[in-house]
């Protein structure tokens, strides 16, 4: 079977290693840089630069707590980007390493999904007969319609370089909203988030997004929740914002802002006049629309592939871990509270604070929640915000998929001193 893949993000990439593993032939075209947004201008870059003011917050405030002191810390801005983009690099090179031990073709250009199953490389006018095809096309940051938004940096904008200002506004206090606050915060920059909803990350379960505008109002950011910006405008040198804040007129200045409003799937031109998706050609990842993780992206793209070969998908799609990589991290998986009839749930609440582990590392401000069917018995959600909550989530996420009860899961022995032992106290908190 001959496959061809549109893009090399982790829906991509991964997909055709897959197939390579399944002895396809596969192709694989992407016009710009291996590894798509997560590799090059999300996850990984993200988490390199929270890295590096984690190291910094450690040096200027934590190590007072152990009676050591610092002085005199200066932040080489040039250097920690250059070290973000050393990792991104490191990771490029590793994925077509791997593409090129399956033997998997790389080429690149943009390419286009023709009539017959072809798929045209608009740069050179090669052409790639398929049986299957692949668009893993992902996704391009959405544009609110305010006024001067133009104005305002990217996502992109600022993992590509400092963003030099004190007072920074940022629009939008979702995934990407919160991790640059924090970043910024810890860098010393006075932070203010906007943010449309009512609460900040409100996709997660309540307890999340309360107890994570608890941590960066420990940190000086400024929240303006259920905030309407409609215009931004150079002023003084700087910027200002204007916006409805609960419903009353607000104005700001900041020296910069920052859109963080999402993604949206990126299809175009991708599909020539009279091509529509069936089954010999589908979408996978950001571009397939749903959810935007990179993990979510290369489980679907793996089920796709699984079900071209003939075998059974793997990957439980309605199962997807979520995490933010705040201090201390928060992650989910399976039902939140909210979705939930109270006479139908049992809940586990553990605070961190007593936590030995949380402790010593500094953090005494968190809690593992264990959501429980009364019917079942069985684990149907799990909330955390805890230092290393986004590695704990797979355990519960595992649990979650093998139906496992309370017992269960307590019956297994948990390290001490560990922060995933808070899981066992979460459920010993049941009533």
């Known amino acids: 079977m001959k496959l061809a893949i549109i893009g090399g993000g982790p829906a991509g990439y991964v997909a055709a290693l897959k197939a390579a593993a399944e002895g396809m032939t596969v192709t694989l075209v992407e016009k710009d840089q291996l590894g798509g947004t997560c590799l090059n201008r999300g996850c990984i870059p993200t988490k390199a630069l929270l890295q590096a003011a984690a190291v910094y917050e450690n040096i200027t405030a934590q190590s007072k707590v152990w009676g050591m002191e610092v002085p005199d810390v200066k932040v080489d801005f040039d250097a920690v980007y250059a070290k973000k983009s050393a990792i991104v690099e490191q990771l490029q090179k590793g994925i077509a390493m791997l593409l090129g031990n399956a033997g998997v073709e790389v080429l690149e250009g943009t390419a286009k999904v023709l009539p017959n199953k072809t798929v045209k490389i608009q740069e050179t006018g090669a052409e790639i007969k398929a ?158 629309g749903g959810i935007q993780l990179a993990h979510f992206a290369s489980a679907q793209a793996t089920n796709i592939i699984e079900e071209w070969a003939g075998k059974k998908q793997v990957f439980n799609m309605d199962l997807v871990p979520q995490c933010i990589y705040t201090s201390p991290e928060a992650a989910s998986v399976g039902k939140r509270e909210q979705d939930c009839k109270p006479e139908g749930v049992k809940i586990g609440m553990y605070r961190i604070n007593g936590n030995g582990k949380s402790l010593i590392m500094g953090e005494n401000s968190g809690f593992v929640k264990t959501i429980f069917s009364i019917e079942t018995g069985k684990l149907i959600g799990a909330h955390i915000v805890a230092p290393h909550a986004t590695d704990m989530i797979g355990e519960l996420a595992l649990a979650i998929s093998k139906g496992m009860t309370s017992d269960e899961i307590s019956g297994v022995i948990h390290a001490h001193p560990t922060v995933s032992e808070s899981i066992l106290e979460s459920i010993n908190s049941i009533k």
């Open 131 to 288: 049986d299957k095809i692949l668009i893993c096309t992902g996704s391009v940051s959405a544009r609110l319609p305010i006024e001067g938004i133009e104005l305002a940096l990217s996502s992109n904008d600022v993992l590509a370089s400092p963003v030099n200002g004190e007072k920074v506004a940022i629009i939008g206090g979702g995934v990407i909203g919160v991790e640059f606050a924090l970043m910024l915060a810890k860098f010393g920059c006075e932070v203010c988030i906007y943010e449309f909803q009512n609460a900040l990350v409100a996709m997660m379960d309540t307890d999340i997004s309360k107890q994570l505008a608890m941590q960066l109002k420990k940190l000086g950011v400024r929240l303006q929740l259920q905030a309407a910006v409609s215009k931004i405008s150079a002023k003084d040198g700087g910027f200002e914002i204007e916006a409805m804040v609960k419903e009353k007129p607000h104005t700001a200045q900041y020296d910069k802002v920052i859109a963080c409003v999402g993604r949206k799937p990126f299809r175009d031109g991708v599909l020539a006049d009279g091509v529509e998706p069936d089954d010999d050609i589908k979408f996978a990842g950001d571009a397939a």
